[in-house]
């Protein structure tokens, strides 16, 4: 089964930035929703971002309106996320998610209920 591989994770200091990757190949991406999630140490699952792979229409939770970038190259094989001004409240492990393929135009939904092929994640830890 094909599933996404996120990297890009590391330990920085508050107002830095870092990229996130997520890739998958052989079109795996296409005529799906693909999403970037955190969890926080003592907190629940949360959506940050989502990306329509077709036409790369992005949609993004409240808290991260601002400092973080969803995008992908021309092939859809890699969807970034990208962080700017990282705060300590940033520190969480980032997963990147995809829908199953969409018969049709993908109505894409920041609900993680929506995705089904989950990556491992990568670990973001932001210092004072």
């Known amino acids: 089964q094909m599933l996404p591989v996120e990297s890009g994770g590391g330990s920085v200091q508050a107002g830095g930035s870092l990229r996130l990757s997520c890739t998958a190949s052989d079109g795996f991406f296409r005529n799906r929703c693909v999403g970037w999630f955190r969890q926080a140490p003592g907190k629940e699952r949360e959506g940050v971002a989502v990306?329509?792979?077709?036409?790369?229409?992005?949609i993004y939770a409240d808290s991260a309106k601002g400092r973080f970038a969803i995008s992908r190259d021309n092939a859809a094989f890699n969807v970034s996320l990208e962080i700017d001004d990282l705060k300590p409240d940033d520190t969480a492990v980032y997963y990147c998610?995809?829908?199953?393929?969409?018969?049709?135009?993908?109505?894409?939904?920041?609900?993680?209920?929506?995705?089904?092929?989950w990556g491992q994640g990568t670990t973001v830890t932001v210092s004072p």
């Open positions: 998610a995809a829908t199953k393929a969409c018969q049709g135009l993908c109505f894409c939904d920041i609900n993680s209920a929506y995705f089904s092929f």
């Open positions: 990306l329509r792979v077709d036409d790369s229409r992005q």
